[in-house]
């Protein structure tokens, strides 16, 4: 049962705003790989329609690894990972957000788990 909310959320200096609206009650992906396992970023996925940036769009870095599918945006001024882009395996747009920064979200409380990404 998909139970979709509006939550605002982004980066730590303000710079980076966005509205989205995802499922909360499924898996959050807390990933090993080299990028994940240092910043520690806990996602989920969201088609790319469903997520909106509301200002900072100028602040972003875009970072690119590996196999360079999946832009890992973050804020130029506090450094803060609050979500990426990328395309899901049939090719549509795709967000992955960062629960850490959704307002008012307690990541305590998700469903956490854990993804191998180091091994893939
Ligand atoms: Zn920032």
Redesign the pocket.
């Known amino acids: 049962m998909a139970q979709l909310q509006s939550y605002t959320g982004?980066?730590?200096?303000?710079?980076?705003r966005y509205q989205v609206q995802v499922d909360l009650s499924g898996p959050v992906i807390s990933c090993n790989c080299s990028m994940c396992g240092r910043s520690g970023t806990l996602l989920t996925f969201v088609p790319a329609s469903q997520f909106t940036l509301l200002s900072?769009e100028d602040?972003l870095t875009d970072y690119q690894f590996n196999k360079h599918v999946i832009h890992h945006l973050f804020?130029?001024?506090?450094?803060?990972k609050s979500f990426a882009r990328g395309k899901d395996k049939s090719g549509a747009d795709t967000v992955s957000i960062n629960t850490r920064c959704l307002d008012g979200v307690d990541v305590q409380k998700l469903n956490v788990v854990a993804f191998d990404g180091r091994s893939r």
């Open positions: 982004g980066c730590q200096c303000g710079k980076v900072g602040a804020c130029s001024t506090c450094g803060i």
